[in-house]
């Protein structure tokens, strides 16, 4: 199974700030996802992370809120641009392996 | 629409008490997941479900997969307060350019009591 390491795991952040939540998976692998998690939520896709293209983004999800690199097939970084209290929430990030989807520790972000 | 309906989202039970939690999808798919999550953690994969009629027992955890219903069900035998957590069903879609992502269930919180 992939391992993924996603950081940072926290972060507490200033409204209209912008924060950068980093992926690395220790394998490499073709699709690479981001999902967010409300408090008390279950998961929301935000985008898939494409390796040499523009993210594929899902509705309500714009790529100037939420642009995503891809740069290589073991890394991904999603932004969260512009922030404010409703962005709180957890940030995951995941990857596909054969049939498996492996997900990273998240990142818990506040935003006052 | 594109539908995974969980439940019950919230469960109470007795240690050593029996239970079934379910999951009905709206369409066609390849593959199904279960994950735990615990409190502040990220998600604990459990098992996955690729073909009709599968079934896979982890300890006290037992998933099974109905393609035809579009259910699947993850049953619990003889719970101990260790198995407190939310689970997650997820169903693998390929539709338009997003392939290989997942959707999501709202969870089912399960609370193992002494």
């Known amino acids: 199974s992939a391992v993924i390491s996603q950081k940072p795991s926290r972060d507490i952040c200033q409204r209209g700030t912008s924060l950068t939540i980093q992926c690395q998976v220790d394998s490499q692998v073709t699709m690479m996802f981001w999902y967010r998690q409300q408090p008390g939520q279950s998961l929301t896709l935000i985008a898939t992370?494409?390796?040499?293209?523009?993210?594929?983004?899902e509705s309500g999800f714009v790529i100037d809120k939420f642009p995503i690199s891809r740069p290589n097939l073991t890394f991904s970084t999603l932004t969260v641009s512009n922030m404010s209290p409703e962005d709180s929430s957890i940030y995951l990030c995941?990857?596909?392996?054969?049939?498996?989807?492996?997900f990273g520790q998240g990142t818990r972000l506040t935003v006052v | 629409e594109l539908k995974v309906e969980q439940n019950p989202l919230f469960l109470s039970m007795q240690e050593g008490k029996n239970y079934t939690i379910y999951c009905n999808y709206s369409?066609?798919?390849?593959?199904l997941y279960w994950y735990r999550q615990d409190p502040g953690k990220s998600l604990e994969s459990l098992f996955v479900?690729?073909?009709?009629?599968a079934v896979k027992q982890e300890g006290r955890l037992m998933a099974s997969l109905d393609t035809k219903a579009r259910l699947s069900t993850l049953h619990i035998t003889a719970a101990v307060h260790d198995l407190s957590a939310t689970y997650f069903c997820?169903?693998?879609?390929?539709?338009?350019?997003?392939?290989?992502?997942?959707?999501f269930g709202k969870g089912t919180k399960l609370s193992v009591k002494p």
């Open positions: 479900l690729l073909s009709n009629g």
């Open positions: 997820a169903v693998g879609f390929n539709y338009g350019g997003s392939q290989g992502n997942l959707i």
């Open positions: 992370a494409n390796q040499g293209s523009e993210a594929t983004y």
């Open positions: 369409t066609t798919s390849d593959r």
């Open positions: 995941s990857a596909r392996q054969g049939p498996g989807a492996f």
